[in-house]
């Protein structure tokens, strides 16, 4: 792999918009139509720093509490978005829950990793506040942001804390995740 790819895998429960924020990132578009997603891969060279990273970002199909994690996006993956909408208060208690599942998968006590609270422009039917989110983020040693793939906010941000937190945690440009080295099939 060369130094400088970086590959993000996008978690989240269905339909909190996890193929919007995607889109609106790497095509600077947005769809009002919802259709589910199975799983998509998009590329993107991010300047982030000093540096040029080739990232893979994948779009996974949304989870819930009884879906197994796919070992594809716990192998080879380098960082982690995990997304709720503010509005639903299921998808916020689902973060947790994947969190879990990926730590448990990977053996290991902490992952880099964003929490994304996407939705913002739908104020009015907000259920959770930005301070929860802002708290299981520290709970978890995780960065933060709210966003809304439609108005636009925020949504290069989380690509960029999610190269911070890969960088915080990968000492001398190392790019191999560490899950990669002791895999026993
Ligand atoms: N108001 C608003 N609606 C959004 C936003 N982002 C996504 N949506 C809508 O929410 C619905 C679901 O969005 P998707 O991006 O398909 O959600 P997803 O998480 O990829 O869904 P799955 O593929 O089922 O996991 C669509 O109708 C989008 O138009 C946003 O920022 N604001």
């Known amino acids: 792999m060369s130094a400088n790819k ?24 947005f769809v009002e139509s919802y259709y589910p997603t199975i799983e998509s891969t998009f590329a993107k060279t991010i300047d982030f720093k000093t540096s ?4 893979e970002i994948i779009d996974t199909a949304g989870q819930d509490e009884f879906s197994i994690l796919n070992s594809k996006h716990a192998i080879g993956i380098h960082g982690y978005v995990l997304v709720y909408s503010v509005s639903s208060r299921n998808s916020f208690d689902m973060i947790q829950i994947v969190y879990d599942k990926i730590i448990d998968f990977c053996g290991v006590t902490n992952i880099p990793c964003v ?15 930005s301070e929860e989110g802002q708290k ?19 949504v290069a941000k989380v690509f960029e804390l999610c190269l911070n937190e890969i960088e915080k945690r990968t000492p001398n440009n190392q790019a191999e995740p560490p899950v990669n080295r002791c895999l026993i099939m």
Request: hydrophobic content about 35%.
């Open 136 to 154: 299981l983020a520290k709970t978890n040693d995780a960065a933060w942001v709210e966003t809304s793939a439609k108005s636009n906010i925020n």
């Open 115 to 129: 929490i994304v609270g996407s939705k913002i422009d739908l104020d009015k039917s907000r259920q959770v506040k």
């Open 6 to 29: 970086r590959r993000i895998a996008v978690l989240g429960s269905r339909s909190v918009g996890k193929s919007s924020l995607i889109i609106q990132y790497c095509q600077n578009e």
């Open 52 to 55: 040029k990273y080739d990232c």
